[in-house]
């Protein structure tokens, strides 16, 4: 059974131990206060040891808020997984805000037999509003080597997003990267994701590696997550 020997935490993160799911530890990232709010440097460091299992959820979704400054906000996620040990990084949506101005950044690093299925959504405005600005990277290093580096923004700075080539009328966007070293004999088949374009689409498609990325849009939060839980059910794997 997996253990937690150190859970620490500050400021607008409190950490809450869940009930194991097995031999799977389960934490749950509550926030104490509003946050990231602009001017913010928030960051959240999590390492899972040989053999271990650990899933890490939010309370709630993380609101990204304009602050008392016009300074952009930071949000850091490292992650380290080591040999033999899964981690499930399940949070909820990101909702970007009117006014706010958020750079998020993902560092993952795995080591060969590292298991890993990282879910990130962004929720572009509440209800009738526009989002903030946004931006978001991703990069994942397995032994050592480049995974996938990824970089994505939405807003000001960003023009063009809400165009017919990228979110048009959507207002949500989300991704699953599941790495897992049995894809290396078996990669998941390239399909795509939703039946009507109108209440979201995406695609479900293998690296150049054991992993697998799964990309959609939809309107609001819902219709995503049922688009992204569809991506992670089992499926017959490619002929090889």
């Known amino acids: 059974m997996t253990v937690l ?10 950490l809450r131990q869940l009930r194991n799911h097995g031999s799977q530890a389960r934490v749950c990232v509550v926030s104490a206060m509003s946050a990231p709010l602009g001017g913010d440097r928030l960051a959240i460091d999590v390492s899972v040891e040989a053999g271990a299992q650990l899933e890490i959820t939010t309370a709630a979704a993380t609101l990204a808020l304009r602050g008392a400054t016009t300074d952009h906000a930071t949000y850091d996620v490292t992650l380290t997984v080591g ?3 899964t981690l ?8 970007s805000t009117r006014g706010s101005n958020l750079r998020q950044t993902y560092t993952v690093d795995l080591a060969p037999t590292a298991r890993l299925i990282l879910r990130e959504e962004l929720i572009l405005g509440r209800a009738h509003e526009p989002p903030g600005d946004l931006s978001s990277h991703l990069t994942v290093h397995r032994d050592g080597r480049p ?25 949500a966007t989300g991704q699953i990267l599941i790495v897992d070293p049995a894809f290396a004999n078996a990669p998941p088949a390239t399909r795509l994701l939703g039946d009507e374009p109108a209440n979201g689409e995406g695609i479900v498609a293998p ?4 992993a697998v990325l799964a ?11 049922h688009l ?5 059910r089992p499926r017959t794997p490619c002929s090889t």
């Open 5 to 14: 020997p150190l859970l620490r935490s500050d400021g607008p993160f409190h």
């Open 83 to 85: 040999e033999q040990a």
């Open 88 to 95: 499930y990084w399940l949070p909820q949506p990101l909702i």
């Open 147 to 171: 995974l996938l580096a990824q970089h994505t923004t939405f807003g000001s700075t960003a023009p063009g997003w809400d165009g017919p080539a990228v979110l048009g009328e959507h207002r």
């Open 207 to 210: 690296l150049a590696g054991p």
């Open 215 to 225: 990309t959609a849009l939809a309107p609001t939060a819902t219709p995503l997550r």
């Open 228 to 232: 992204l839980d569809d991506a992670v």
